[in-house]
């Protein structure tokens, strides 16, 4: 008992901690019964919080990244200030625009409103990761072709969003469209040409699954 | 954001350990939609964020003896296109595809809908969920309150955020709250509190204990919710109306109709739902239950257009559950 203790101890002292590692620290104590061990509870327990810049791992876009982060550190700010990765967007940072949609285990949902720690062992995908360097995948593409954009600010969470919609229902209604689009907002006021798009990006997308 | 402490417990017992006796010691963190804000805002800034998400026993959606288990954890999208709830409780399906955006619905839980703090301005700029000026005077009877209670004598007048909450009041529902020292049951009406002085909050919940399921009572009603927003989509309802009927053949033999984002807390149309019983619903009953569910409101100065919205959205909230086409 007092082995696993003093590994744990390690494990966060070097700061080294991963999801395995944090995990099997916070296995012990659970087993601990009894008078005598409170100490040891205790100390168990202490080990079972991260505080502090820790070093977590990120499934992103396919590929495991690490990164210095604090518990606090949103997953928006993650991967547009540590990681490089800015296709996400930072503007309301209160989960009410959409600039920052990324999909994390196959969801739409905001970067802003996700600790950074609470993505470990989840597949994040962002924009980057849609299409292969110069290519554009068939949303992207669909959002070009219909003049979805005028500033572009919106755009990465537009087609992210639009990707997760297309994922779960290859072939919606156009009110199932805007009921699927409504976490984003453009304010350039892009929501036709959006819509067409979306539509548009189901239909290729279909003519190439089917 | 205050930096803070970060727990990951698996089991409740974990997790109880990490609970402090004080809202500033820890928080619980499932979907992080509002807390997360609350924070960025220094709303609250506790020493410690529990996530609760890597707690298996609190996810998942089952029937259990007589009753429908929500798991705490549950997200709202899962909620929403569950084919049991679908089937049995349509009011709790509807009020679930309401909320926010689909982001939030994959992110947001049922518990956590439920102990959502409220969207009050004066709140969420540091003013106190009594909302109180530098001199101890009560800012939203004579400020900004168009989005304020209709229902309420003070000292509370923010509206109760909750969007599941007039589903499962009406359905009859309860939470079940564990800590340390065991588990207690409340029914999802008295979950919530007006609270009346500085401090309280506006769920009957301590620091150091956790929402860990919704059940859901399975005798068949007819149910229904209708809610009324400014923008269609992505808006907190101006209010919400929740029934559930239960009737033989057409005739009421219990009416349930709860309020939402009009009150403090989930509010109860008592004298509607007498009035209903012994009655079929048509479009002149409902109409007659919308009058009575308002009857006894006291709007704030900005706020009285809530009495008619609240009316029809009651009415046509009857009807819809008994399937009448008015």
Known sequence: ?210 | MQAFEYGNPTTLKDAFGLLGSNWSDAEILAGGTDILSLMKDYITSPKRVVNIKGIKELGGIARKGGNVRIGATVTLDDLASNAVIRASFPSLTQAALGVASPQIRNMGTVAGDLCQRPRCWYYRRGFGLLAKGPNGEMLVPNGENKYHAIFSSGPAYFVSASTLGPALVALGASVTIASASGNRSVPVEKFFVSPSGDGQREIDLKPNEIVTEILIPAPATKNATYEIRERELLDWPLTAVSVALRLSGSTVNSASIALGHVAPTIWRASQAEKMLVGKTITAETAEAAGEAAVANATPLSQNAYKLKLTKVAVKRALLQAAGVKA
């Open chain 1, 1 to 210: 008992m007092s082995s696993q203790n003093d590994s744990t101890k390690d494990n966060l002292t070097k700061s080294a901690f991963s999801r395995r590692s944090w995990l099997r620290g916070a296995g012990i104590g659970t087993g601990v019964v009894g008078a005598g061990v409170l100490e040891q509870e205790a100390d168990a327990q202490q080990a079972k919080v991260m505080s502090g810049e820790v070093e977590i791992s990120l499934n992103l876009n396919g590929r495991p990244r690490s990164v210095k982060v604090e518990p606090r550190t949103t997953l928006l700010d993650a991967l547009r200030n540590r990681l490089d990765t800015t296709g996400a967007k930072r503007v309301c940072d209160r989960g009410t625009c959409g600039a920052c949609t990324v999909i994390v285990g196959g969801k739409a949902v905001y970067g802003c409103t996700m600790l950074a720690v609470d993505a470990v062992g989840k597949n994040i995908q962002t924009i980057e990761g849609l299409a292969p360097e110069g290519q554009l995948h068939p949303v992207s593409q669909a959002f070009v072709n219909n003049d979805a954009q005028q500033c572009g600010y919106c755009t990465p969470g537009f087609v992210m969003a639009s990707k997760a919609l297309l994922d779960r229902n290859p072939n919606p209604t156009v009110e199932q469209v805007e009921k699927g689009m409504a976490g984003n907002i453009c304010r350039c006021g892009t929501y036709v040409g959006v819509r067409k798009a979306v539509l548009e990006a189901a239909k290729m997308r279909g003519g190439s699954n089917a």
